[in-house]
């Protein structure tokens, strides 16, 4: 089993930055990446950024520029370096693990709410 814990959401206004920390935890000796999902009231979530076991990354093109992953392997620990906020940047953002052997795991969601 894996826990995924995720912290740094909020409230920002337009233009500013905010880090999303995700630690993982338990049965992680088996993933393919981490990423970061998120869903707006409203809508279904959608991929933002994902980094593989190789270190490989892919991101939205909604947030390309702007948004950088990263990941502390020593930690277990992947990160959203979320720059340049936009209000349509508001949702609930959603820490994955990619495993071959079990489905997906997530983590509980955190907050960002990006207003003046």
């Known amino acids: 089993q894996v826990q995924l814990v995720e912290s740094g959401g909020g409230l920002v206004q337009p233009g500013g930055s905010l880090r999303l920390s995700c630690a993982a935890s338990?049965?992680?000796?088996?993933?393919?990446?981490m990423g970061w999902y998120r869903q707006a009231p409203g809508n279904g979530r959608e991929l933002v950024a994902r980094?593989?076991?190789?270190?490989?990354?892919n991101y939205a093109d909604s947030v390309k520029g702007r948004f950088t992953i990263s990941r502390d392997s020593a930690k277990n620990t992947v990160y959203l370096q979320m720059n340049s906020l936009k209000p349509e940047d508001t949702a609930v953002y959603y820490c994955?693990?990619?495993?071959?052997?079990?489905?997906?795991?997530w983590g509980q969601g955190t907050q960002v709410t990006v207003s003046a």
């Open positions: 980094i593989s076991i190789s270190g490989g990354t």
């Open positions: 994955n693990l990619e495993s071959p052997i079990r489905p997906p795991s």
């Open positions: 338990g049965s992680i000796f088996s993933m393919n990446a």
